[in-house]
């Protein structure tokens, strides 16, 4: 009875092993590449001592399965190394920086760029918008997230109005966009409200729900003709279009050795390891209607004597104001507009 029994598992686990074997077993061999990572905020001023609204990630192509950071994220501050979120509370002051943030999984990594100062009071948010500004969906069929894009004072609570079409929600925290639509509805103008406990900035949003599906039209990017360095992780470049929701993106030639894309929002993002000659890339936006196409003329450069570096961020927002290199390096920033005529400065 004890031979048999032994026999019964060792060819349980010959099973085993032989299912394993046939699935891949994990090995790097038949993992897929994480692409296009991003973070819900790219750039974002903190608080000191306030707690943040968790800054997930997004990517397309193979499951992440570790996140890492460079340099290390202010203290207070920490990303999770299984899900990418940043959490925490900032305890102590710190100048605008960019931090290079890493996905990996056995197959490869892809890199994303983001930017954070903390500061000892709250400011305002500075800009607004969503990655879908006018888009038409489908009744009954779930749409992808449409996620906003902020700079500025972290914004901790959005509202939207009119409400939105049946079916769709706006997540209160995070500005997220998330459901399936129920009914046709005709073009309506949506607002869009983020705000914190200083100020508040606006986007609108056009969204139409049809009974069927229609090509997407109108295909864009923001930088149509970037410059990148390398070594250096880029500022996502994100896509503009109208018309049917795209539900897939794809490019031809393939992103330059470092530079990936999300196929399911079609931001461009990572790091670039090689120079080249400015390339033309197509990037071609489909659903099951039609598709349409915009044009990416890269460039990749290596780095030049001096750079570009980040300064920290107003505590007011101001236009047409004085900006006076001071001996020290910094700049005194004074008087100027902004919701009326502002008399103060700061550094």
């Not at 046939?22 to 590449?33: E, F, N, P």
Request: with cysteine.
């Amino acid at each position: 009875m004890l031979m048999q029994s032994a026999r019964c598992l060792a060819g349980l686990l010959m099973l085993l092993a032989l299912l394993s074997a046939g699935c891949g077993g994990g090995s790097s061999g038949t993992a897929v590449r994480p692409a296009g990572l991003t973070l819900r905020d790219a750039s974002v001023v903190y608080t000191e001592g306030q707690q943040v609204i968790a800054n997930m990630p997004s990517s397309s192509g193979g499951i992440i399965t570790r996140y890492s950071v460079s340099p290390p994220l202010p203290a207070g501050l920490s990303l999770n190394p299984q899900t990418g979120a940043i959490i925490g509370a900032p305890t102590t002051l710190s100048h605008a920086t960019v931090y290079t943030v890493t996905g990996s999984n056995a197959a490869g990594i892809t890199i994303a760029r983001l930017e954070i100062e903390v500061k000892a009071t709250a400011i305002a948010p500075d800009t607004l918008s969503y990655l879908d500004s006018s888009i038409i969906y489908v009744t009954n069929t779930a749409i992808t997230p449409n996620t906003p894009i902020a700079s500025g004072g972290e914004i901790t609570q959005y509202t939207v109005s009119p409400a939105l079409t049946a079916g769709l929600v706006l997540d209160p925290q995070t500005g997220i966009i998330t459901g399936t639509p129920t009914t046709v509805t005709p073009p309506a103008v949506h607002t869009v409200t983020g705000s914190n406990s200083v100020d508040s900035v606006d986007a609108q949003l056009t969204i139409e729900v049809q009974a069927q599906v229609l090509p997407p039209t109108g295909l864009s990017y923001t930088d149509p003709v970037p410059v990148y360095t390398v070594g250096m992780p880029i500022v996502y470049n994100d896509p503009e279009y109208s018309g049917g929701e795209i539900t897939e993106f794809s490019v031809s030639p393939t992103l330059p050795a470092g530079l990936s894309m999300d196929a399911l929002t079609g931001v461009i993002s990572g790091m670039p390891t090689t120079a080249q000659a400015q390339t033309i890339f197509m990037v071609t936006g489909s659903n099951s209607a039609g598709s349409v196409t915009a044009q990416v003329a890269i460039t990749l450069a290596t780095a030049a004597l001096g750079e570009w570096l980040p300064a920290d961020a107003m505590n007011a927002k101001r236009v047409r104001h004085t900006a006076t290199l001071l001996p020290d390096g910094r700049v005194l920033v004074a008087a100027g507009f902004g919701n009326k005529v502002l008399s103060s400065a700061e550094l």
